[in-house]
């Protein structure tokens, strides 16, 4: 198959996850905002929005770093691109942990400063475990993108935001803001 053939394949298996990533958001959000008031889908979108800045900021360009060099397992070789991924895993892991930490240690006078609410405190533990679980979901579907397996990564990734855009639905709709 001609590389040309091999990227605009990639690329459709990347833009269809993408797109369906996006639909299950869209889809979601307004169910959310008729099961939660006006105020608790704020609280619910601050805690979504952090964990999604703390994940991009503790990644440190790492993920770059691992498609790009992971992509080239062909000319630098299988041992170096396992070593590229098993370190890359583990410090993405050590900073999402350090972040998640501080984010735990600090949620009190986050919520309470930077919110201005302390009630919210409690949301934002909630938002710490959420951030120390990212990278275990996120970093394998770097290595599918970087090892070019676009098909899985795409099942994957739409398989993924199918359920992580339910499973706030099913829980608020049992239990509120607590569950979503």
Not at 20 to 41: G, K, M, N, Q, T
């Amino acid at each position: 198959m001609s590389k040309l053939v091999e990227l605009f394949r990639g690329g459709a298996w990347l833009t269809l996850a993408d797109l369906s990533a996006r639909v299950a958001a869209a889809c979601s959000l307004p169910i959310l905002a008729r099961l939660l008031s006006p105020e608790i889908l704020g609280i619910y979108s601050i805690v979504v929005s952090l964990v999604l800045t703390a994940k991009d900021f503790s990644s440190l360009g790492i993920g770059i770093g691992i498609h790009r060099n992971g992509a080239q397992y062909r000319t630098i070789g299988s041992e170096a691109v396992s070593r590229l991924f098993s370190i890359g895993f583990l410090l993405i892991c050590i900073f999402t942990t350090i972040v998640a930490l501080l984010v735990w240690s600090l949620r009190d006078p986050l919520s309470r400063i930077w919110l201005g609410d302390s009630t919210i405190s409690p949301f934002l533990s909630y938002a710490a475990i959420l951030i120390a679980l990212q990278p275990l979901s996120e970093i394998p579907l770097k290595f599918l993108a970087a090892l070019h397996q676009f098909r899985t990564h795409a099942a994957q990734s739409s398989f993924a935001a199918i359920i992580t855009n339910s499973i706030p639905l099913i829980f608020a709709w049992q239990l509120g803001i607590s569950g979503a």
